[in-house]
């Protein structure tokens, strides 16, 4: 129905910056809001930053609050995340995530893009 592709990921210095990208594709209709995660080696995977499918509205975890951007481009099908001032804690598997219409969960899934942030 949907697929989510991530893209971006790299090897980054401490204090440097990286954009991801995730392209929708199919049924990019059914997606309402859309999300990025991050789960780190060991640790269960957390919530990153979400953003309304009117983009008007956006919200960030704690740890990444003033550092990292999310936004949405409607024509294109395209969700960002801009990530500024990293840190090696922010090393993770980042993920892009979109909640179907029916339940209200985040039903579609990117296979996930590498980012280490070297310090």
């Known amino acids: 129905q949907v697929q989510l592709v991530e893209s971006g990921g790299g090897l980054v210095p401490a204090g440097g910056s990286l954009r991801l990208s995730c392209k929708a594709s199919g049924r990019t209709f059914l997606i309402r809001r859309m999300a990025w995660f991050r789960r780190a080696p060991g640790k269960d995977r957390e919530y990153v930053a979400t953003i309304s499918k009117n983009t008007e509205i956006t919200g960030y975890a704690d740890s990444v609050n003033g550092r990292f951007t999310i936004s949405r481009d409607l024509v294109n099908d395209m969700l960002y995340l801009q990530m500024n001032s990293l840190k090696p804690e922010d090393t993770a598997v980042y993920y892009c995530?979109?909640?179907?219409?029916?339940?209200?969960?985040?039903?579609?899934w990117g296979q996930g893009t590498q980012v280490t942030v070297s310090s």
């Open positions: 995530a979109g909640q179907g219409p029916i339940n209200g969960g985040y039903d579609y």
